[in-house]
């Protein structure tokens, strides 16, 4: 489970989660949204976002070795929610195993984030775990107005303004103004994971075209820092290319570690925000 988690936010800060979460009682979820945000006392950043909008799929297919291990698929619901004056995101990752891989280590995975869409921050995460027979489920609220994150039975964690969760840090990365990003550049976003806070790093290499099964991009290269020895021999072993335009749309994560190789690829994409680098 180590392994999966190092991997997933490795990926998740250059900007793709491969291995994403069933959801709970939705009535229940706006109730809890709608406490925490009605709770207003200071204002809220404002972080437009450029990159996404409603509607948008994107969906990745996912190799191990040479095994085409899994499928997952991150969905922007086609409605803005309006939850105490606030407009809200629902996004949702959903990530199965196939295949051989599905015989042997089966994974039904579903993440959720509600997103603020203004301040481009998380009112809510939700996910739903199902891997290899273990199960476990999360639902961290996050209160902005006084910085903590409450992950029920009555635990509650102290976070800076701006925090991401693991679902909506893919989205809040694709907003990070690249325009003047010169080589070794290092961009940062601070996460809630699993109980504790995961400053994301990725280090910016330059641009290179990379042909997918939906055509050729021009893309920005990123190499996510990454703490060698646990899952990666070193700190070059994670690469992740993006779209050089407005939607920065993560197509490829490719990384060795120390049990083998795992590559992630785009395999479709629909209602985007921009015109995409396609170059062919």
Request: with cysteine; hydrophobic share 40%.
């Amino acid at each position: 489970m180590k392994i999966i988690k190092h991997i997933s936010i490795a990926l998740m800060a250059g900007v793709g989660i491969f291995v994403l979460c069933s959801a709970g009682n939705n009535t229940t979820k706006q109730e809890l949204l709608k406490n925490t945000i009605s709770q207003q006392e200071i204002d809220l950043p404002n972080n437009p976002n450029t990159a996404f909008k409603e509607g948008e799929i994107l969906t990745y297919r996912l190799h191990y070795g040479v095994i085409d291990a899994g499928v997952a698929t991150l969905e922007v619901k086609p409605s803005v929610m309006d939850i105490s004056g606030r407009k809200v995101y629902h996004i949702v990752g959903n990530g199965n195993s196939k295949g051989s891989f599905d015989w042997f280590y089966k994974v039904r995975d579903r993440y959720e984030t509600y997103i603020d869409k203004d301040a481009l921050v998380p009112w809510m995460f939700v996910r739903r775990v199902d891997e290899g027979g273990v199960k476990f489920s999360q639902d961290y609220v996050f209160n902005h107005y006084t910085k903590k994150v409450d992950i029920g039975g009555g635990e509650k964690y102290d976070v800076p303004m701006g925090v991401q969760d693991m679902l909506s840090s893919f989205y809040a990365a694709r907003n990070l103004d690249f325009s003047k990003a010169k080589e070794n550049d290092v961009f940062t976003l601070m996460s809630f994971v699993d109980k504790e806070l995961w400053p994301v790093k990725i280090r910016y290499v330059g641009k290179e075209n990379i042909e997918t099964e939906i055509g050729t991009f021009s893309c920005l290269k990123f190499r996510p820092i990454v703490q060698q020895g646990r899952v990666f021999k070193s700190e070059e072993d994670l690469n992740v290319w993006i779209t050089d335009d407005k939607n920065h749309i993560p197509l490829r994560a490719q990384a060795k570690i120390l049990i083998g190789s795992i590559k992630m690829d785009i395999v479709s994409v629909s209602n985007l925000a921009n015109p995409t680098s396609k170059v062919d």
